[in-house]
Nanobody
Framework: QLQLVESGGGLVQPGGSLRLSCAAA?????????IGWFRQAPGKEREGVSC????????TYADSVKGRFTISRDNAKNTVYLQMNSLKPEDTAVYYC??????????????WGKGTLVTVSS
């Protein structure tokens, strides 16, 4: 089974940037998996943020992050990234990466990391 580890979360001021990383644990490869980023804010349902196909040729974004977030992957480094710019307080959430054969919804992906907390606050 695929094991994923997120990193890069933290506290950032509104308008700032962060880059999240999703890496495969030692012994695993991301090459054959679509990878999605999801987030869950306190008291809210988990929602999809962005997803990238296994080849990297197809990406999707939630309307709320289009133009601000960019997903990318480096299969040589076994890592998927989420570059987050122009962050807003409403982006505050625990961010999870997840893997599956194709991009699915927030409860349709097979393999999940444990999450990394992003807090946008002044």
């Amino acid at each position: 089974q695929l094991q994923l580890v997120e990193s890069g979360g933290g506290l950032v001021q509104p308008g700032g940037s962060l880059r999240l990383s999703c890496a495969a644990a030692s012994g695993f490869t991301l090459d054959y998996y679509a990878i999605g980023w999801f987030r869950q804010a306190p008291g809210k349902e988990r929602e999809g943020v962005s997803c990238i196909s296994s080849s990297g040729g197809s990406t999707t974004y939630a309307d709320s992050v289009k133009g601000r977030f960019t997903i990318s992957r480096d299969n040589a480094k076994n890592t998927v990234y989420l570059q987050m710019n122009s962050l807003k307080p409403e982006d505050t959430a625990v961010y999870y990466c997840a893997g599956d054969e194709v991009c699915n919804g927030p409860y349709g992906m097979d393999y999940w990391g444990k999450g990394t907390l992003v807090t946008v606050s002044s």
